[in-house]
């Protein structure tokens, strides 16, 4: 089993940032591809982005590839998700995603994603 951690969600205002972290620990299979979505209020989860294990295919939401940004950590099996000019759409819980694959085709299906966080919360206000 992998267990999937985000952190870095909180309350910022319209136009800030912030960068949420997902930590993978226990079986990683050495390598996992990642993802980032969210789910607002009254909406269905919303894929946001994704990123292969080697860091070198990234993947975009066309709604957000303006103002966020994906990238792997050091250790490999981490993610984050720099998230520039917040707007109060942007308000949802966000979740990160996993699976043991090195690529997969369908990154923004959630179905292709085995493992998934706890979600950290997101707040924009004026």
Known sequence: QVHLVETGGGLVQTGGS???SCAAS???FGSLYMGWFRQAPGKEREFLASISWSGTST????SVKDRF???RGNPENTAYLQIDGLKAEDT????CAATPRTHVMMYS???TYDYWGQGTQVTVAS
Request: net charge positive; proline share 0%; charged share 25%.
């Open 18 to 20: 912030l960068r949420l």
């Open 26 to 28: 226990g079986r990683t």
């Open 59 to 62: 993947r975009y939401a066309e």
């Open 69 to 71: 940004t994906v990238s």
């Open 92 to 95: 949802a819980v966000y979740y």
């Open 109 to 111: 299906a959630e179905s």
